[in-house]
Every structure is written in structure tokens, then in C-alpha cells.
């Protein structure tokens, strides 16, 4: 079974301080991808990477910034969290050719 | 930019089959129609993905019109444990990722 992890389920930071969500997935998957989640908004792409060290904005990259230097992690950055930014964070990836994106368990990050 | 259009809510009961229907006006010719499950407190799950006519799965049906311009997916016999988001997505292949947009999905409430 496909495995994506993320490092934390439950975070809690204060306005102004640098975050770092990390996933992992161990399948081999070249696509990664990071959503956030908000009620009546569904999921929202935020950044994508189909390769090491290659990145793509999603459609709300404002405000974020994303890491990849091995194949199995991808980092979503927060350079000065805000408390718009309080949120749902899922980790996906996607074997290049493929259609099934397989999902982390999100990260529940709360910016007071 | 295909959008996805689904109800917001439904209801059932244990037994019955569901019908969930979304609109894609917009999807183009490489586009591939794809539907993920959400339970609470968990990343999105893969359920089918489709073309055109019809595909069969172990857990759902996929139902897709000659103008591709909505899908149905069909759960047959729900029971308690189907209760969870459904989300339908249009997706463009591997350069296309950057297009994905997931909506709010429909939240399916089957009761006993």
C-alpha cells in the first residue's frame, strides 16, 4: 500500500513565526502535490512538484513557498504564518501517468 | 479550466443506491473524470475514474454521457460507513495539474 505521511496531525503557531510542513511519501511517486482545506471552500491546490527540486504554483500559492530535494519529500513552507493561514494541509502524491492521487492524513494547523 | 458543479448534500438510507451527479460543462478532450471519497479527519480516497460511458469498480459506478458535459456515480447499497464528501474532479493529464480543481463536494448522510 501506498504510504504518504505527514509530520504533524495538530499545529499551533503564532502570527509571524516560520512553519514547516513536511510529507512523505515512500512509493516512488515523481508528482507531489500540497491542498489546503476550508469549510465550503473544498480542497485548493497550493503548490505542486512533478520532479526533485522542480516546483509549480497552484492556485493559491500567495503567502507559501515549497521545498523538494529528494524524490520522497516535499515541504510546504510558511516564511510568516498568519492567522488566515489556519487551515487543513494535505499531502498528496501521483505516479506520473496515473490518475489516483493517494492522500496523508492532513495537518490541522491553527495560527494564533 | 473545467469547473465541477454537485449538489451540496444528500441523504439515504441503509440499502438504497445512490446517484450522484456533477456538471462539467467545460471539460475538454483529454480531460478524465475522477471521483474521491473524504471521511472526516482524513485525507480524500480514490474511488473511479472515467472517460466516457461506463465504468465498474468493486466499490461504485461511473456513468458518463456521449458529451462528456456531467458524470454520475453510482453507489450501490450504501451503508452507514458511505456516509462522507464526495468530491468529482476533472483532470488533464500529467502538464495539466496545475488545473485541478476539487469544489466542495456532496456530503452524503446515509441513515439506518
Known amino acids: 500500500d501506498v504510504k504518504v505521511t505527514q509530520s504533524s496531525r495538530y499545529l499551533v503557531k503564532r502570527t509571524g513565526e516560520k512553519v514547516f510542513l513536511e510529507c512523505v511519501q515512500d512509493m516512488d511517486h515523481e508528482n507531489m502535490f500540497w491542498y489546503r482545506q476550508d469549510p465550503g471552500l473544498g480542497l485548493r491546490l497550493i503548490y505542486f512538484?512533478?520532479?526533485?527540486?522542480?516546483?509549480e504554483k497552484g492556485d493559491i500559492p500567495e503567502g507559501y513557498s515549497v521545498s523538494r530535494e529528494k524524490k520522497e519529500r516535499f515541504s510546504l513552507i510558511l516564511e510568516s504564518a498568519s492567522t488566515n493561514q489556519t487551515s487543513m494541509y494535505l499531502c498528496?502524491?501521483?505516479?506520473?501517468?496515473?490518475?489516483?492521487?493517494?492522500f496523508g492524513p492532513g495537518t490541522r494547523l491553527t495560527v494564533t | 479550466l473545467a469547473k465541477t458543479t454537485q449538489p451540496i448534500s444528500m441523504d439515504s438510507y441503509e440499502g438504497q443506491e445512490v446517484n450522484i451527479t456533477c456538471s462539467h460543462n467545460n471539460i475538454a478532450t483529454n480531460d478524465y473524470i475522477t471521483w474521491y471519497q473524504q471521511f472526516p479527519s482524513q485525507g480524500p480516497r480514490f474511488i473511479i475514474q472515467g472517460y466516457k460511458t461506463k465504468v465498474t469498480n468493486e466499490v461504485a459506478s461511473l456513468f458518463i454521457p456521449a458529451d462528456r458535459k456531467s458524470s454520475t456515480l453510482s453507489l450501490p447499497r450504501v451503508s452507514l460507513s458511505d456516509t462522507a464528501v464526495y468530491y468529482c474532479l476533472v483532470e488533464t493529464g500529467n502538464t495539466g495539474f496545475q488545473k485541478l480543481v476539487f469544489g466542495t463536494g456532496t456530503r452524503l448522510l446515509v441513515s439506518p
Open positions: 498528496a502524491s501521483i505516479l506520473a501517468g496515473s490518475y489516483e492521487q493517494y
Open positions: 512538484s512533478y520532479d526533485v527540486k522542480m516546483k
